[in-house]
Each structure stands twice: as C-alpha cells, then as structure tokens.
C-alpha cells in the first residue's frame, strides 16, 4: 500500500478549500491536479539539480559578464546552437577571437579573466562588449548578452550597444520598501512622457517633478511602463529586447534606482510592468537567434512567432528559459528595489491560441483541454511561488481578459498565485457606453454587473480607463465625452457648454463609481485623471518623429484659467477619502438601489453611503435610501461642489437623520416621495431605516454616519 500511494501525483494541498468555495469547478479537478503536479515535480527538480529555487533564481549574479571580489571578470553565457563563443570589445581592440569560452555541458560557455596586476578589472567600466558567436554556418555573430545590465544607443545607430556598467560606487538605497498595502491606488506611469516638454523625459525629472505629484493626488503606488529596455521607443516598452538592463534613454541604472528609491521615501510602492509574454524580434540588440539558431530561448518555427506582434514566443518548458525569467524578476526585485509586477499579456501566455481570434464567453470549459499551454501557467506559478517565498511583501497582478479561474488563488489551492488581476470588463463598458447610448439609455443594472461581476475572493484591479485607452487609433474618456471642445471651452473664461458640462460631471462620477464599486484596488493612467486632452502618440515614421502626442501636459492643472484642475482636485479627493476609509479593502458593496427610470445607483462600502444620479436632467427631492445604521449623517464629497466644477446645488452644512422605515431590502432608508420599483442584490436582507436627501441630475455624494466613532 506504501509503494502505491508513492506513485501517485502530488496534490494540490488546498484544493478542496477552492472547489468548496466554487463548485462549478468539480469537473476539472483532474486539470488543477495536473497543472499543480507540473509545477510540483519542476519545483523538485530545481531543488535536485540547481540547489534550490534561491540559488536557480540568483543566476544574474553568475551569467552575463560579472566582476569577481578580487577584480576578475567571470562571464557565462547559454548558446546551445553555437560551435564557438568569444568575448569581443574596447578592452581587447575589438578582437574576436582572443578571449574564447569554454564549452560546458548542457549549451553552457563560460570564461574567466583574472585580474591585472593592479588589481583592475580586465574590463573597465563603461567599455562596450559583444558576445561573438560562430554559428553553426560559420558565420560569426556579433550579440548584446542576453543578461546586458545597460545598453545604449549612440545618436547616428540605429542599433543598440552594449556597455559595461559596473561603477566603482553603485546607488546605495537609503528608505526601505513600504509595507505590504491594504488599498492599492496605482498611477500607471511611463517616465518618458511624463513632461509637458516635446521630448523623452528622464528618470530624474520623474524623481523630483512627477512623484511630488502623484504623492498629492493620494496615490500610493506607482506602476511604471517601458522600463525594460526596448529599441523602438513607439512599442511602449512592450517590443523588449534587454531584460536585465533599464531604459538607458531615460538615465542611468543609478537615476532609476534613485527613483524608486525616492517613492519608497514618500511611502509610494513601486511595480514594474514586466513582459515575459513575448520578446522583441530583433537579432542584432535582442534575444532573437542569440546563438544563430531561431530557437534557443524560443519555441523554433511558427509556434514561436505572435501573429499578431510579429515577436518571439518564450519555451517555458526550457529550463534554462525558466532561469532566465525567474532571474529576471528576482534582479529587478533585488537590484532596483522593485516591490512587485504586472505581468504583461497574460492571456497570451496561457493559450496555445494565444487569445487569437477567440471569445470568452465564461464557460468553464474554455479554461481547461488541451488549448492551454500549462507550461506557461507552471511557469506563472513558478513565478508567483518564488516572489511569495523570497519577498512575500512583493504584489503580483495578472493582465488577463480571459477570466480564468483561480488565477488568484494561491498555488497551493492549484491557482495560478496571483494577488491581483486587472478587471479589463470595466473600461470597455464605459467605452460602450458613452459611445453607443443617449444618456436617458443608460442602463443602471447593467453597469452594477460589469463594476461588481468578479469571482469571489479573487482580487480585482478596477479601472475606468488605462494606458490602452490613451492611444492613438482610440479616445480617452474625456476625448469621448468632450471631443473637439476641449480645444475651445475648456477655459473658465469661456461659456460652460452643455457638452463641456456634461463631460466633467460624467467624467467624476464615473470614476468615482469605478474607484468605489469596481475592484478591491483602483488604477489611473497619468494624466486621464485630469482628463488629459487629445490622444497618446510615440515619435514614429507616420507623424515625422513628433514628440507633441508623446507627453503629459501637467501644466493645464495649473493653470486656474482652466477647467483641468476641476478634475484634478476632485481626483485627490477621491484617494484621500478612500485613504481614511479604506474601502477597497473592505467587503464588496451593498448595492441597495440601482433605478432604472430614475438613473439612481446607491450603494453602502465601508462604512459610507454613496448615491449617484445618472439622470441627465432630473433631480429628486426628499429622495428615499435604504441604509443598514441608523444615526445623522453628512456629505463627505460632492462632485458637484464648486472647487470640482459643479453647479453648487447642495448645501453641505445639511444634516441628514434617518428614519426607521425599512426599504431596499435595508433597515434604515434616506426617501423621494414617487419612488418606484427598486432591484437588490441581497433580497434576504431587509432596510428597517431611511434618509431622505436632495440629489441633483448628473451628481455623486458620499455620505458618512456622525454617530459612528471615528
């Protein structure tokens, strides 16, 4: 009975825990049992054979081109498809055949140069190096190391050089890491657009302009894009071709580590969003045909090509790829002082289709068969397993618009260990919205069901719009709700038009909507907070190389002349109420009202009441809500107050005392005499008590209980 029960598959240790809490998931409990037995047994053979996931991880410190403590230089590099490796560059006048590698097992080359006799490096920093290899034509290769710390690109190349960076005095970091958050509120950021000025920006002008900044508007993590280094500036970091090295167009490896050091002192978390979904093509300055073979890191042949981004495609059954994206996160973690990821292109990652052409339509059996690349998840799994042991303060969030289940759920349960996943329905929602329907249309109980249709205790990262949004080729929300007039009227010197006045007011309430009722963190992209005018576009060929769409122009909230800093001030407010209450990391909303013909959505978070009236026209006197705790209650935030560029129609000193009148399905209400049918989510619970208050058309207010203690 003992060799029997030997021979069976590892387990999931907590599986049960996540077929208990969603049962509709019984039928593939075969599918989380293998997918927890790959990692299982990849996991093992990482233990047998490299020491351990810590030691397998710390292969930066060993491949590439390292310094030893006596001033040595060791170098390593894995090229299975080549007959010959060499190390050329300024410190051997460019020879490519005087300092050869050694032949290791398993595709490995190593090679040491000692120190010289004054005990300098043999390679000085700031030289530039190539590997050289002879490929298995005989032709010999010229190749940026896959590990490269810093490359750059003189100004008459159009290829990228590598350089030695290794200073005689790195950055020392003098703040720790904050702790762990509870509430993430994330500005999605890129440091070469963020400046009002028409060129790349730097990460010392993101340092000591853009982090004072995002520190007032109330956020307390900064995701920063493009920062792995990529050749074409216009792929927005997401064509990589350097893994280990920092955009050298912005500074150096010292001006981001400052960076980031700077935000740790603000109390700002810092994430990096990592591509490990895909590579850039290019050969000459990226990973493609390292070894002059189009396999090597990648899948050989089509399977190894993303039709639609014309990249490569990562093997992530290789163990050697498995050493060097794991090794990519823990340098990133370890040299930078990055506290987490959001890990690019999820979906692609784990299907063979790659999200190509397919629907998810939410059935269960799109997550599991054959379809799924479960080397890929293992490697997710791997990933998310190894950042938890060795830096469980580090936040993981998953960019997937699939849905697959258990994503974020822990590893042991068989889910992908994941903390957060971005809730990618939301914006597209919004955008449906605004750009299919007349605001009388606008159907309440549906946009509940996109804000509040996640899967339960799986954590979810709302946003009203991103990055994606921003583009060229799309509209932000602003650009959707204002267009052509932002050009004309957006001044307060001009007349408020029923165009410029609707997209204010929609463009609070929507986000405040999204912030307080979408997820259990809240994302922005700089700028769209203050609804940035126009449309995101990098120096290309098809608009001569102009840096006028490619930057953020911050100065419009400065100035008073204009109706930006309306937005702008209630974007803070908005953090900062949700920084004293907490209510992403609270339980998911109480929607007690979602009216269709009234346009009324109300709900209960943390707390605090929040009532938004969609309505274009309408508003409602003596308007009835059900709430849970009797007492008086208060506004806290009003979109429509004066300093956000609202009509002023409530008075704030107003005092609202409940009633005990149950309605909505709660025991104390707020009333409008013409009420009407009314929909809830939790029909079993009853409103004993009531408020009345006066909510004006196209307004959101948040109101907090007087008689609750602080």
């Not at 290794?166 to 993430?184: A, D, E, F, G, V």
């Not at 810092?270 to 990648?298: I, P």
């Not at 909505?664 to 408020?691: D, E, G, V």
Request: charged share 25%.
């Amino acid at each position: 009975m003992a060799a029997a029960a030997s021979t069976q598959p590892p387990q999931p240790p907590k599986l049960t825990q996540l077929l208990e809490r969603d049962p509709y998931l019984a039928p593939f409990e075969t599918d989380f049992q293998r997918r927890y037995s790959l990692f299982y047994n990849r996991l093992k053979n990482i233990e047998e054979n490299e020491g351990g996931l810590d030691k397998f991880s710390k292969s930066y410190k060993s491949f590439g081109v390292n310094q030893l403590v006596d001033g040595g230089i060791y170098c390593k590099e894995w090229a299975p498809g080549a007959e010959a490796v060499f190390l050329a560059g300024d410190f051997n006048g460019w020879n490519p055949f005087s300092h050869p590698y050694k032949k290791m097992e398993y595709g490995k080359w190593e090679l040491f140069m000692p120190p010289g006799q004054d005990g300098c490096p043999p390679v000085p920093h700031g030289s530039k190096l190539k590997v050289v290899i002879r490929a298995q034509n005989g032709e010999l290769l010229y190749r940026i190391s896959p590990w490269a710390r810093y490359v750059i690109r003189d100004e008459d190349k159009v290829n990228y050089d590598w350089v030695h960076w290794n200073p005689p005095q790195s950055y020392i970091h003098k703040h720790p890491s904050p702790k762990r958050l509870k509430s993430l509120r994330i500005y999605e950021s890129h440091v070469g657009i963020a400046s009002p000025e028409g060129k790349v920006a730097s990460y010392k002008n993101f340092t000591y302009n853009v982090l004072p900044r995002i520190k007032d508007l109330g956020y307390n993590c900064v995701q920063l894009m493009a920062i792995m280094e990529h050749a074409y500036y216009a792929s927005f970091g997401y064509q990589v071709t350097s893994f280990f090295a920092a955009s050298s167009r912005y500074g150096t490896p010292d001006d981001l580590k400052e960076m980031i050091d700077v935000a740790h002192s603000m109390g700002i978390t810092v994430l990096l969003d990592v591509v490990h979904s895909h590579a850039s093509k290019n050969s000459e300055d990226g990973l493609n045909k390292f070894d002059g073979t189009d396999s090597c890191f990648f899948h050989s042949g089509p399977k190894g090509t993303h039709q639609l981004w014309d990249s490569r495609l990562f093997d992530y059954a290789n163990w050697e790829v498995l050493r060097f994206l794991l090794s990519n996160l823990r340098m990133w973690i370890e040299d930078y002082r990055f506290d987490g990821f959001r890990f690019d292109g999820v979906t692609s990652m784990l299907y063979h289709h790659h999200g190509i052409g397919t629907g998810f339509s939410g059935d269960y059996h799109e997550y599991f068969g054959l379809h799924v690349d479960e080397d890929a998840l293992c490697y997710l799994m791997l990933a998310n397993h190894m950042i938890n042991f060795l830096h469980p303060e580090c936040i993981t969030i998953a960019e997937d618009v699939s849905g697959m289940p258990a994503l974020c759920r822990p590893v042991a349960e068989g889910g992908g260990g994941f903390d957060y996943r971005l809730a990618m329905a939301i914006p597209d929602k919004w955008i449906q919205i605004i750009k299919e329907l007349k605001d009388e249309d606008w159907n309440m109980g549906n946009i509940v069901h996109t804000l509040t249709n996640r899967r339960y205790e799986e954590k979810y990262i709302a946003y009203a719009e991103s990055h994606d949004q921003a583009l060229v080729g799309d509209k932000t929300l602003a650009f959707r709700l204002m267009d052509a007039e932002m050009y004309t009227n957006m001044s307060v010197l001009s007349p408020l038009t029923p165009v410029i006045d609707r997209g204010i007011q929609l463009h609070k309430m929507i986000r405040l909507i999204t912030h307080a009722l979408g997820g259990e963190s809240y994302l922005n992209f700089m700028g769209n907070e203050f609804g940035h005018p126009e449309w995101l576009d990098f120096p290309r060929r098809g608009n001569n190389e102009s840096y006028h769409y490619a930057r953020r122009q911050f100065n419009l909230t400065e100035d008073h002349l204009l109706r930006y800093r309306f937005l702008n001030a209630f974007d803070r407010d908005m953090n900062k109420l949700e920084e004293r209450f907490g209510w992403l990391a609270s339980p998911q909303a109480f929607v007690s009202e979602k009216h269709e013909s009234n346009k009324v959505i109300a709900f209960e978070r943390a707390g605090l009441i929040f009532i938004f009236n969609f309505h274009p026209y309408q508003s409602y006197v003596d308007y009835r809500v059900g709430i849970e705790t009797p007492g008086k209650y208060k506004i806290l935030l009003d979109s429509d107050a004066a300093e956000y560029g609202g009509h002023q129609r409530l008075d704030h000193s107003t005092e609202y005392f409940s009633e005990e009148y149950p309605h909505n399905y709660r025991p104390n209400s707020l009333m409008q005499s013409n009420s009407q049918t009314t929909f809830s989510q939790h029909p079993r619970r009853c409103h004993k008590h009531h408020i009345k208050v006066y909510i004006p058309s196209r307004v959101a207010i948040v109101l907090q209980n007087m008689d609750i203690p602080k």
